[in-house]
C-alpha cells in the first residue's frame, strides 16, 4: 500500500483512539456520582427501596463494565493497527499475511483479519 493511503489510514486511527479515549473518560466521571454507596443508606426509612435502588445500580454499573470493556478492546485494536504501520506490516492479514482489501480497511480502519480468516474465526467460536 502507498504512503499516503497509509498516512490516511493511521490519521483515522489515532482520531479513533483519541475518541475512544475520551469516551472512557467521560464513562469513569459519570460512574462517581452513580456508584452504589452503602453509606448514604444508613438506616433511615424504607429498607425495601434500597435493597431496590443497589441493584438496579448494580445492573447499570455491569451494564457500564461491558461498554467500557468493549471500549478497551478497541482501543487495543487500534493500539495494535498502529503498531502495524510502524512496522510496515499494517494490511496485512494477521493470520495468513494476505493483503486485505482497502473496502475493508476503510469500513474498519483496525482491523487486523482479512475478511476469510474473520468468516474462519467466527464459524470456530
Ligand atoms: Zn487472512
Redesign the pocket.
Known amino acids: 500500500m502507498d504512503k499516503n493511503k497509509i498516512e490516511t489510514f493511521k490519521e483515522k486511527l489515532l482520531k479513533e483512539e483519541r475518541r475512544l479515549a475520551e469516551e472512557l473518560e467521560t464513562m469513569h466521571s459519570e460512574n462517581v456520582n452513580t456508584r452504589f454507596n452503602p453509606e448514604e443508606y444508613g438506616g433511615d426509612g424504607n429498607y425495601e427501596d434500597h435493597i431496590a435502588d443497589a441493584a438496579s445500580n448494580t445492573f447499570d454499573r455491569e451494564r457500564d463494565l461491558s461498554l467500557e470493556q468493549n471500549i478497551q478492546d478497541l482501543l487495543a485494536q487500534v493500539g495494535d493497527a498502529l503498531r502495524r504501520i510502524k512496522d510496515g506490516t499494517y494490511g496485512r492479514?494477521?493470520?495468513?499475511?494476505?493483503l486485505?482489501a482497502e473496502a475493508r480497511l476503510r469500513a474498519i480502519p483496525y482491523a487486523d483479519?482479512?475478511i476469510?480468516?474473520?468468516e474462519e474465526e467466527e464459524r470456530h467460536r
Not at 492479514?93 to 494476505?98: A, G, S, V
Open positions: 492479514c494477521t493470520n495468513c499475511d494476505k486485505m483479519l482479512c476469510d480468516c474473520k
